[in-house]
T-cell receptor, first 115, second 114 residues
Framework: GAVVSQHPSRVICKSGTSVKIECRSLDFQATTMFWYRQFPKQSLMLMATSNEGSKATYEQGVEKDKFLINHASLTLSTLTVTSAHPEDSSFYIC???????????FGPGTRLTVL | QQQVKQSPQSLIVQKGGISIINCAYENTAFDYFPWYQQFPGKGPALLIAIRPDVSEKKEGRFTISFNKSAKQFSLHIMDSQPGDSATYFCAASSFSGGYNKLIFGAGTRLAVHP
C-alpha cells in the first residue's frame, strides 16, 4: 500500500520557538495533503489542506500565521508551528490521497511537546 | 455542528465475539465512508470503506453495513481478537474543490478481552 512518512516522530521544544514537521508521500505523488491535530483521547481535527503550487486552505479557527504550511513538491508538505506555546502540544498527523482515488493514507504522526 | 456522530464511545468485547460500532451522518452530499483503526501513538490506518451504492461490504472479519435512507453506517468486527483492541474512527467525505475532505467521528475505544 501507499506509504506516508513524517519527520520527526517526536519533538520537544521550549515555548516561543518554531518547529517544522515534514510529511512525505514515499511511493506516489500528492498534489494535496492534509494536516490534522489530535488531542489525547479525541478525534482528528482537520487543520488545513496543503496544495502543491498554491496557498494552503485553513479550517475555521486555525491561525494561518501560527501554522505555516508549505507544499514544496509533489511529495513533500511541511507544517511549521511558529512561536509554539504549551497549548500547541498535540499529535500532528498528515494524510495524502493517492491519485484520483478517495483513499487517504495517513502518516505515523508527530508528537509535539512544548515546555 | 457535528456532521458524523459515532457510538459507542467505548466498547468491551470478549474474544471471539462481534464488535459493532455505529455512525450517523447529516450531509447527504457525503459519498465515501471509510473506517480507520488507530493504535496509541500511531497514525490511523484504513480498514475498509464503502460508497452509498452498496448496502454492505465485507473484507475478512470486517464488514460495513450501510443504510442510505437512515443515513447510518456501521462496522462489524467478527471473531474479535485482543489484537483488534484499538480506537476506531468512522469518517465521511464528498468530492469538493478537487479533493475529498474527511470528516471524522469522535472515535470508539475497543477493548477485546481474552
Amino acid at each position: 500500500g501507499a506509504v506516508v512518512s513524517q519527520h520527526p516522530s517526536r519533538v520537544i521544544c521550549k515555548s516561543g520557538t518554531s518547529v517544522k514537521i515534514e510529511c512525505r508521500s514515499l511511493d506516489f505523488q500528492a498534489t494535496t495533503m492534509f494536516w490534522y491535530r489530535q488531542f489525547p483521547k479525541q478525534s482528528l481535527m482537520l487543520m488545513a489542506t496543503s496544495n502543491e503550487g498554491s496557498k494552503a486552505t485553513y479550517e475555521q479557527g486555525v491561525e494561518k500565521d501560527k501554522f505555516l504550511i508549505n507544499h514544496a513538491s509533489l511529495t513533500l508538505s511541511t507544517l511549521t508551528v511558529t512561536s509554539a506555546h504549551p497549548e500547541d502540544s498535540s499529535f500532528y498527523i498528515c494524510s495524502a490521497p493517492r491519485g484520483d482515488t478517495d483513499t487517504q493514507y495517513f502518516g505515523p504522526g508527530t508528537r509535539l511537546t512544548v515546555l | 455542528q457535528q456532521q458524523v456522530k459515532q457510538s459507542p464511545q467505548s466498547l468491551i468485547v470478549q474474544k471471539g465475539g462481534i464488535s459493532i460500532i455505529n455512525c450517523a451522518y447529516e450531509n447527504t452530499a457525503f459519498d465515501y465512508f471509510p473506517w480507520y483503526q488507530q493504535f496509541p501513538g500511531k497514525g490511523p490506518a484504513l480498514l475498509i470503506a464503502i460508497r452509498p451504492d452498496v448496502s454492505e461490504k465485507k473484507e475478512g472479519r470486517f464488514t460495513i453495513s450501510f443504510n442510505k435512507s437512515a443515513k447510518q453506517f456501521s462496522l462489524h468486527i467478527m471473531d474479535s481478537q485482543p489484537g483488534d483492541s484499538a480506537t476506531y474512527f468512522c469518517a465521511a467525505s464528498s468530492f469538493s474543490g478537487g479533493y475529498n475532505k474527511l470528516i471524522f467521528g469522535a472515535g470508539t475505544r475497543l477493548a477485546v478481552h481474552p
